[in-house]
Antibody
């Protein structure tokens, strides 16, 4: 059974770094791409970036300078790191498994991150 | 970036009614278009991919169509469980982008 679960801090101070882990089961991160998608409270979805099954990455150009996505294949985990956080980075961060490269068929439950002092 | 413009912003439908949601891309996306449903407090669920392919397990009252820059999602025979917010997403170019969402409520 495919599952993704995000874990990370619920509260981050402005200018600090966010670190979120996505632990997957039911598939291998070396066989399927995984993306991060975020959603500010009450708003729409924004693609953050992806780590492809081969290990390369692509980032949303609007966030690229602050973003890093990596993985640990032995633990089947994907990591999101975003630095210099501001209040408009507040939102729910989801990891999602790709389907046919371009879409997302399984999503984690999300982790709600608040950026506040 | 490719802009995805959804309409309407919200709508309400009666039980059994048929509704349509539109999505307009700022440039051609060659049918690399998906539709998702999101219920309050839940993660999005993939309904349609490649503009018109129904994801496994999704009821057949959901259907997608379109080409080029214009796409639509049709929900036939509206059911209570269809309430939620619907998003389109283009997978044609990075960054992948989503529409702003359409909130569907039962009248």
């Amino acid at each position: 059974q495919v599952r993704l679960k995000e874990s990370g801090p619920r509260l981050v101070q402005p200018s600090q770094t966010l670190s979120v882990t996505c632990t997957v089961s039911g598939f291998s991160v070396t066989s399927y791409h995984v993306s991060w998608v975020r959603q500010p409270p009450g708003k729409g979805l924004e693609w953050v970036g992806a780590i492809w099954k081969g290990g390369s990455t692509d980032y949303n150009s609007a966030l690229k300078s602050r973003l890093s996505i990596s993985r640990d294949t032995s633990k089947n985990q994907v990591f999101l790191k975003m630095n210099s956080l501001q209040t408009d980075d507040t939102g729910t961060y989801y990891c999602a498994k790709h389907y046919n490269n371009y879409y997302f068929d399984y999503w984690g439950q999300g982790v709600m991150v608040t950026v506040s002092s | 970036d490719i802009q995805m413009t959804q309409s309407p912003h919200s709508l309400s439908a009666s039980l059994g009614e048929t509704v349509s949601i539109e999505c307009l891309a700022s440039e051609g996306i060659s049918n690399y278009l998906a539709w998702y449903q999101q219920k309050p407090g839940k993660s999005p669920q993939l309904l349609i991919y490649y503009a018109s392919s129904l994801q496994d397990g999704v009821p057949s009252r959901f259907s997608g169509s379109g080409s080029g820059t214009q796409y639509s999602l049709k929900i036939s025979n509206m059911q209570p469980e269809d309430e939620g917010v619907y998003y389109c997403q283009q997978g044609y170019k990075y960054p992948y982008t989503f529409g702003a969402g359409t909130k569907l409520e039962l009248k």
